[in-house]
């Protein structure tokens, strides 16, 4: 063996070995090889008093691993760390280098940001050193995580028994616990609109009421809607008649936050949901003989498309959809995006979904074709309407109607599907043309309570805020949920789209957070340390510094909260418990809340508040790829949802909810959870 390449995915290797033969082995670290010990002062594996030192060990599931690499390291003549461009990834090949005895000083480190065969090659002839500027910045990360983790969680288990408060987590939990009050504050206001309907030339339009001699109109009760309704007369006159030509441009590539918020949106599909779908994608998929990456990089906040790609898609463009569809290339980034890599874009767009459709899952097809046709979208001409504006008259009084007609479709061409704007026809109106009302309505209405989060609207408040980073969104999200400080549920029971309720535990935490750490647990805060964090990663910000600042701060903060925080007592169920005869209490999961046995854990009693009805399997549309039987979705004993065929016990296949195959264990030992 000549070279050896490190990267952290099995199948990520699998695709890349393909592409570089036989002169190299491309071996996987399986992700983080090691992380900070639990052991030292307080467990934190960080001695505070020796300048923040991290105290690393290597993770027991990766021993054999290492070892693995270790043997094949010792027989290669170089070896290249190829892991995930970004400061997790700089991270791991820090730590492997350390493991495998390498050299610091060697450029052992090449980067590439989607995993296709020219990509591999180019990125091989331009290896560098590990950036040790972008290691100390996620180290920092990773140490306040751990400082904040453990000792805030440790506080917030003590006094209130919840499970756990992280430094961003406790953002997005502050704001839907803010935007809850906000509803629950909320004094709806009365007010009334008049609409006139018209019909001109088989089409039927309407005007709304805006203006009493040339002023706003407010009507704040049915009193002053009926005083305008009996002035109201037939004919109404057109007063003005205005006609343009609007453009529409297209928006702008997907970065992660914006694919995580369109693919809820247009798809459904959760943020940890997308993001595993995207991982899959980019890290390579089977295509008969070959492997290949599907799109770039999926962890990004930059809008940038690499020149060769602009390029290709213009000419890609004005191919197959004629000259005037071609656009122009425009980039726009937020003030604290790191533009480390492209936007999320196809790797080629020879591969059109299509054409790929077959080899992806339809969850797989579903989000290529949402990336593929944003990123050629991106680049195409704006699409033109004929829109119309339209003031009728009624003595003092002016209606508006508006209309809006597609003239040349541009980027809808292929983005169409997307996008949920329709025409609006208006007949043609001449000025001073005299109009006959076929109705006049007026309704009463009333302001609404500002809306819940949806997962999508979550993640923009978070960008816009510029709390987290794009690698950092789903995870915060799957945590408040595990922690049971949040559901994400119906509004109604007819409704469809989820919104994000806070729990009475998510309430409570938010409250103590705020009442205790207000001055670090604060969207302005959390801001600051991420552009803190961006600094150490450009080497603009010493991160012993950051960390000192930070603990100086918080310390005092955790002490007080220690000394007057008041302690909650379990809520009694009134009952003994059946196994040990101590009181019964009621506590709090993911799943809702249920009936425990005071003396845990040495006494591991629990009932459900209420019997249960047995959820029957749901069919799907999919039969079992190892028997051919039919697979059903079932909801297993920990509350969670899975895929298993419908010949069980005969046949084992199981699958988790996002479709990956998982093992299937024999009785006596613990079964997956799915």
């Known amino acids: 063996m000549k070279n ?18 036989k002169d190299y082995k491309v071996l996987s670290s399986k992700g983080h090889i090691c992380d900070l ?27 054999a691993t290492i070892k693995e690499l270790k043997a094949a390291a010792k027989d290669a003549d170089h070896v290249y760390l190829a892991t995930d461009p970004d400061r997790e990834g700089e991270a791991i ?52 995580d751990r400082i904040i983790g453990f000792k805030l969680s440790k506080l917030m288990q003590i006094k209130i028994k919840s499970k756990s408060a992280g430094r961003v987590q406790s953002i997005a939990l502050r704001m839907i616990c803010d935007r809850e009050k906000e509803i629950r504050a909320f004094v709806p206001k009365e007010y009334w609109t008049i609409e006139a309907s018209f019909k001109k030339d088989e089409i039927a339009f309407k005007a709304e009421l805006s203006k009493k001699d040339n002023v706003k109109i407010e009507i704040n009760n049915e009193e002053e809607a009926n005083l305008i309704y009996q002035e109201l007369k037939d004919p109404f006159i057109v007063d ?44 390579g998929i089977e295509m008969g003989e070959q492997s290949q990456g599907l799109i770039t990089y999926m962890r990004t906040d930059s809008t940038r498309l690499s020149n060769e790609f602009t390029k290709t898609a213009f000419k890609h463009i004005e191919n197959e959809y004629g000259k005037e569809y071609v656009g122009h290339y425009r980039l726009k980034n937020d003030e604290g ?33 949402l990336i593929y046709y944003r990123a050629l979208a991106s680049l195409m001409a704006d699409a033109k309407y004929d829109a119309t504006s339209v003031i009728i008259k009624n003595g003092p009084y002016y209606f508006n109607a508006s209309g809006s007609v597609l003239k040349f479709d541009g980027y809808l061409k292929v983005y169409a599907d997307y996008d949920a704007s329709k025409d609006v026809n208006l007949p043609e109106l001449v000025e001073q043309e005299a109009l006959i009302s076929q109705e006049i309505i007026k309704e009463q209405h009333f302001t609404e309570a500002p809306s819940r989060y949806t997962e999508a609207k979550l993640i923009k408040a978070l960008e816009e805020e ?88 918080f310390e005092p903060l955790l002490d007080e909260a220690y000394a007057k925080m008041e302690k909650k007592e379990d809520e009694k169920v009134g009952e003994l418990c059946p196994e040990c005869g101590h009181e019964l209490v009621y506590r709090q999961s ?65 699958e988790n909810i996002e479709g990956e195959k998982k093992p299937y264990f024999k009785k006596g030992r613990k079964n997956a959870k799915s």
Request: hydrophobic share 30%; charged share 30%.
């Open 4 to 21: 050896l390449l490190i990267v952290e995915s099995p199948s990520k290797s699998k695709t890349i070995e393909k592409y570089l033969g």
């Open 37 to 63: 010990a639990i052991k030292g002062k307080g467990g934190l594996g960080v001695d505070i008093e020796d300048d923040f030192k991290p105290i690393y060990e290597i993770n027991k599931d990766k021993k």
């Open 93 to 144: 090949s820090w730590h492997l280098a350390r493991e495998l005895g390498l050299d610091l000083d060697d450029d052992d480190r090449i980067v590439f940001n989607e995993i296709t065969k020219n990509a591999i090659l180019n990125a091989l002839k331009e290896p560098r050193k590990i950036d040790m500027d972008l290691v100390k910045s996620q180290e920092t990360r990773r140490i306040l």
């Open 240 to 283: 003005k008649v205005s006609r343009s030509l609007k453009k529409r441009a297209p928006r702008l590539a997907f970065i992660t936050s914006t694919l995580q918020q369109e693919a809820s949106s247009k798809l459904g599909f959760g943020a940890k949901k997308t993001m595993m779908l995207a991982q899959m994608l980019y890290e």
């Open 337 to 369: 995006a790191q533009d480390a890599h492209e936007a999320i874009r196809p790797t080629s767009l020879t591969n059109t979904p299509e054409k790929v459709k077959t080899y992806l899952t339809n969850d797989q097809y579903k989000l290529y074709r």
């Open 466 to 553: 510029g709390v987290g980073r794009p690698s950092t969104y789903a995870t915060i999200i799957d945590t408040i949920i595990k922690r049971a400080y949040v559901e994400l549920k119906t509004a109604t029971e007819k409704g469809k789209t989820k919104y994000f309720f806070p729990t009475e535990q998510g309430e409570l935490t938010d409250e103590k957070l705020k009442e205790y750490f207000s001055s670090i647990i604060n969207v302005k805060y959390t801001a600051q340390m991420e552009k803190e964090l961006d600094e150490i990663a450009d080497g603009k910000v010493d991160n012993i510094k950051a960390l000192k600042d930070f603990y100086e701060r």
């Open 590 to 654: 993911r799943y809702g809340k249920f009936i425990s046995c005071s003396n845990y854990p040495s006494c591991k009693y629990t009932r459900s508040l209420e019997n249960k009805v047995k959820e029957e399997p749901e069919i799907i549309d999919r039969t079992c790829p190892e028997c051919g039987g039919q697979l059903l979705k079932r909801k297993s004993r920990y509350g969670n949802y899975f895929i298993g065929c419908s010949n069980y016990p005969k046949c084992h296949y199981i």
